[in-house]
């Protein structure tokens, strides 16, 4: 199923059970991040993390259907996030949202194959 542009809304409707627009209801502020390693004062090294995407999504509870899919797979999921460009994330990397933290399951996925709208499934740890 594809999105329908929804421009009076502001927003992407998906016709992919999400109700509502993708990008205005629900909206959450946060960051993409990715870790590397740098060194300490004292020498030793540690992970940080910067941020590589920062903006507005629309964070929902993963369906118990997506859960299952991604669960044969041997990949636990809890939340999918949708924004409105594709944020370059790659496994490994996480969603900080004031201090809640999720780990990237996987690239973002484009929505309907138009680059109008990306959706990227996450693991709360935090």
């Known amino acids: 199923m594809g999105l329908t542009d ?6 992407l409707l998906a016709n992919a059970g999400v109700a509502g627009s993708l990008l205005t209801r629900g909206t959450h502020n946060g960051s993409f991040e990715r870790s590397t390693i740098t060194q300490d004062a004292s020498g030793g090294t540690i992970r940080a993390w910067a941020a590589i995407y920062t903006g507005k ?10 859960v299952d899919q991604f669960s044969r797979r041997g990949v636990d999921i809890s939340h ?12 490994g990397d996480r969603w900080n949202e004031g201090g809640s933290l999720f780990q990237v399951q996987g690239p973002a996925k484009d929505m309907g194959d138009r680059g109008q709208a990306f ?8």
């Open 6 to 11: 929804n421009m009076r809304g502001g927003g």
């Open 57 to 66: 999504v629309n964070r929902q509870s993963a369906t118990p259907q997506e």
């Open 80 to 91: 999918k996030i949708y924004m409105a460009s594709d944020p370059g994330v790659a496994l």
């Open 119 to 126: 959706c990227v499934f996450v693991m709360q740890v935090k």
